[in-house]
Nanobody
Framework: DVQLVESGGGLVQAGGSLRLSCAASGFTYSTYCMGWFRQPPGREREAVALIDSGGRTRPADSVKGRFTISQDNAKNTLHLQMNSLKPEDTAIYYC??????????????????WGQGTQVTVSS
């Protein structure tokens, strides 16, 4: 079975940093598209950043220049380095995976597998 387990969330002051990780198992990591998503309080889930097997990335405009998605293919692990955090970054952050069909950097694609989420809270 596909499993995605996030870690690294927490409470941080505005301007601080956090690094999220997602341990993936149950599938051939290099054949899947991976991404980070978040759901702020009272709002719909939104894409944060996507990555393909070659390491090309696409961050959302709201996090460009502050967040960096990366992966360790050998360890089947996805990361999200979050710097210069703002209170509006407060959300539950999810790791997601989908079968590699089309571009992995397409925000419109639907993801098949989701982690349980990790809470990130940024205080002002």
């Amino acid at each position: 079975d596909v499993q995605l387990v996030e870690s690294g969330g927490g409470l941080v002051q505005a301007g601080g940093s956090l690094r999220l990780s997602c341990a993936a198992s149950g599938f051939t990591y290099s054949t899947y598209c991976m991404g980070w998503f978040r759901q702020p309080p009272g709002r719909e889930r939104e894409a944060v950043a996507l990555i393909d097997s070659g390491g090309r990335t696409r961050p959302a405009d709201s996090v460009k220049g502050r967040f960096t998605i990366s992966q360790d293919n050998a360890k089947n692990t996805l990361h999200l380095q979050m710097n210069s955090l703002k209170p509006e970054d407060t959300a539950i952050y999810y790791c997601a995976a989908r079968t590699w069909v089309g571009s992995c950097l397409d925000f419109s694609r639907r993801y098949d597998y989701w982690g349980q989420g990790t809470q990130v809270t940024v205080s002002s």
